[in-house]
């Protein structure tokens, strides 16, 4: 991981590529990706420079101890392999980006083992970012529960009535209730519950604060401050008894009025707990507070700690 003395480079920006610089800064900014990039021994060098091998390059370079900055070509070159329908030449959203880029580093691994299938679970990509959440539908006639699970690489929170994240992830695993719905055991069409909970706590957790909503059939940005804490502790939405404690390492951050238009920075953590902000080329020491992101520095005493990146957009 970078440390204060050794901040990794800024990026260049080619006209509209901060959706892309902020993504891999935010990244790069996380201790167990940054050490999968560079002392992963199983995944070599390949000869038709995969995406993994491309982001060890960009990682590698990011490294130099003096420089300017510079243009990731490895990756911008790629943007049609990673996301065919995000351009260079226009503002994307960096979540899609991100969900993207996630997706094609899981499958070069898959293609680096010359294997047709493989579990989600057993990529290096899955074995940091993904989890399970497990959906409970509860009847109250005859009590069974009907669980599902879906497999995520992030959090996607609704934060429209909520001003810290606290709240808005009570929110996302509060039980709700579930109208008209026919229990799958007792055949009774029932007033249900339905409960959101995270299977198993994953490596890094992602979080997406959904700072666009529809507001009618347009997209309007919400642009009231969210109060991110210095620690997360996720312990009691896990069915299990696995650790739940993390510490913010990285963020992206979206400035502007609407999801096309404005620009995308970054604000990522040194192994020496101080925060930059990484606006392209430039790199800054950050005041955190001054972003609407506090508390972000200080590890808790005691405990294990696990990374996690949010895309937090407080304007």
């Not at 050794?6 to 891999?24: D, F, H, P, R």
């Not at 507001?215 to 620690?231: A, E």
């Not at 020491?285 to 937090?312: E, M």
Request: charged share 20%.
């Amino acid at each position: 991981m970078f440390n204060e003395s050794q901040v990794g480079l800024g990026l260049e920006n080619l006209g509209a590529t901060c959706y892309i610089n902020s993504t891999l800064q935010a990244l790069f900014h996380i201790p167990s990706f940054y050490d999968l990039l560079v002392n992963d021994s199983k995944h070599q060098l390949c000869e038709n420079e995969c995406l993994v091998c491309a982001m060890r390059k960009t990682l590698a370079h990011c490294q130099t101890k003096s420089g300017v900055a510079f243009q990731p070509d490895l990756i911008y070159n790629k943007l049609k392999l990673i996301a065919p329908q995000l351009s260079l030449n226009r503002q994307e959203d960096s979540q899609e980006f991100l969900m993207h880029l996630i997706q094609g580093m899981h499958e070069s691994y898959l293609k680096a083992n010359k294997l047709n299938f493989y579990p989600e679970e057993t990529t290096p990509i899955n074995q940091l970012f993904g989890f399970e959440i497990c959906i409970e539908k509860a009847c109250p006639s005859c009590l069974h529960v009907s669980t599902t699970y879906e497999h995520h690489t992030e959090l996607s929170l609704a934060i429209h009535h909520h001003d810290s994240l606290d709240k808005a992830l009570k929110a996302f695993f509060q039980k709700d209730l579930l109208q008209e719905y026919t229990c799958q055991n007792c055949g009774e069409k029932v007033e249900a519950t339905m409960q959101s909970l995270v299977n198993k706590p994953p490596n890094v957790l992602q979080l997406q604060l959904k700072r666009f909503a529809l507001d009618g059939t347009k997209l309007r940005k919400l642009v009231h401050k969210v109060l991110v804490p210095q620690q997360l502790e996720l312990g009691k939405y896990f069915p299990s008894s696995s650790p739940a404690d993390y510490k913010l390492v990285s963020a992206i951050i979206h400035h502007g009025p609407s999801i096309g238009q404005g620009h995308y920075t970054c604000i990522g953590s040194t192994s020496d707990g101080v925060f930059y902000e990484f606006n392209d080329e430039k790199r800054l020491i950050s005041n955190v507070r001054s972003l609407g992101v506090v508390g972000l520095v200080g590890p808790k005493a005691g405990g294990t700690h696990k990374a996690w990146k949010s895309q937090t957009h407080p304007w």
